[in-house]
């Protein structure tokens, strides 16, 4: 099944509602058993389960700024502002998890008397796990559907919960069975450890896409392949631009400099057609061609030669 860009931002805003939604009433429950119970790593996986709301109402905002035709400021139009929201993303998830270890971090310090929680925390904890099994399910679901890195980065989130929300449940089981209070503070600066883990994970991942970069070098074979089946010759200085799910393709080729400027178009539009249905996801194909044997200092993009040199590199430092 083929999506449109429209039916992608229904898919994303659906998504959105039923993560809001979900993690609404997820947050108020934890939050309010942690007070009552006397559980701060509760308290904690509550805080962080409100920060997902939050996380929600961005993709929200976004895919309505996704819908947005281009103009002269933005000529590629606004699909990047789904990696600009992921970014935002991973600033709200790490410092919720900064605030949640300097307060336990404190309390810790300061030693003072902590109770130990109620069984009802750890009814709340189970509840939550299997809540968010079932969130993640979901988004990951849409996600990997629409191919969207920011859902794909909130289900991301919803699986760090679950492991969040059984290391707080092993913490209260513990804490119950050793009449060991102290060790539910251990545990919620241990969720506030992978809360910041994750904050920083997602961080990184969109950086690459907001660089013009890709993961994925296969992406270029299958580009110097689809060009060399049409009868083109030396694909270089080959670019990629993502814009949300999208590919944006930008390359030379060489062929023959006695053509015509009609044969060279035609072979250019051969080239376009056939990196289209190669390689999937792509936007547009700009083509520049230029007479076999021309010869330029590259100042970006890359052929085939650069690949196989620096996958090669890569290799002999994993086998290291």
């Known amino acids: 099944m ?8 229904q898919f994303i805003k659906k998504a959105s509602w039923v993560g809001i939604i979900g993690n609404t009433i997820l947050a108020i429950a ?9 559980s701060l790593a509760v308290i904690g996986d509550g805080i962080e389960t409100a920060t997902d709301i939050v996380t929600y109402l961005i993709t929200l905002v976004t895919a309505r700024i996704m819908n947005k035709p281009p103009n002269y400021k933005y000529p590629y139009g606004y699909n990047r502002a789904e990696a600009v929201a992921t970014k935002a993303l991973s600033f709200v998830i790490f410092f919720a998890g900064a605030q949640l270890f300097l307060s336990t971090l404190l309390r ?3 030693n003072e008397p902590h109770q130990i929680p109620t069984f009802l925390a750890i009814y709340v904890t189970i509840f939550s796990i299997l809540s968010k099994a079932g969130l993640a399910y979901y988004q990951f679901r849409i996600g990997n559907k629409i191919q969207s890195k920011m859902i794909t980065a909130n289900a991301k989130n919803m699986r760090n919960d679950i492991l969040i929300s059984s290391s707080v449940l092993l913490g209260l089981i513990f804490t119950q069975i050793l009449d ?5 503070l251990i545990t919620a600066m241990a969720v506030s450890t992978w809360i ?3 904050g920083f994970g997602i961080f990184m991942e969109t950086s690459r896409e907001l660089m013009d970069g890709t993961d994925n070098p296969e992406l270029y074979y299958e580009i110097f392949d689809a060009v060399e089946e049409v009868g083109a010759i030396n694909p270089h200085r080959v670019r990629i ?3 949300s799910n ?8 060489e062929m023959d400099g006695s053509l015509t400027i009609e044969e060279g178009h035609q072979m250019a539009k051969k080239v376009e057609k056939n990196i289209k249905e190669k390689v999937e996801n792509v936007y547009d194909v700009l083509v520049h061609v230029e007479p076999k044997g021309n010869v330029e200092k590259e100042k970006f993009g890359l052929s085939r030669g650069n690949i196989d040199d620096e996958c090669g590199k890569k290799k002999k430092r994993n086998a290291k």
């Open 30 to 38: 934890k939050i309010i058993v942690g007070f009552v119970s006397g």
């Open 2 to 9: 083929v999506i449109n860009q429209k039916q992608r931002n």
């Open 196 to 198: 910041m883990k994750t």
């Open 180 to 184: 060991f209070p102290v060790l539910d």
């Open 108 to 110: 810790l310090i300061k």
């Open 246 to 253: 999208m590919y944006t393709i930008g390359l030379d080729v």
């Open 241 to 243: 631009r993502k814009h």
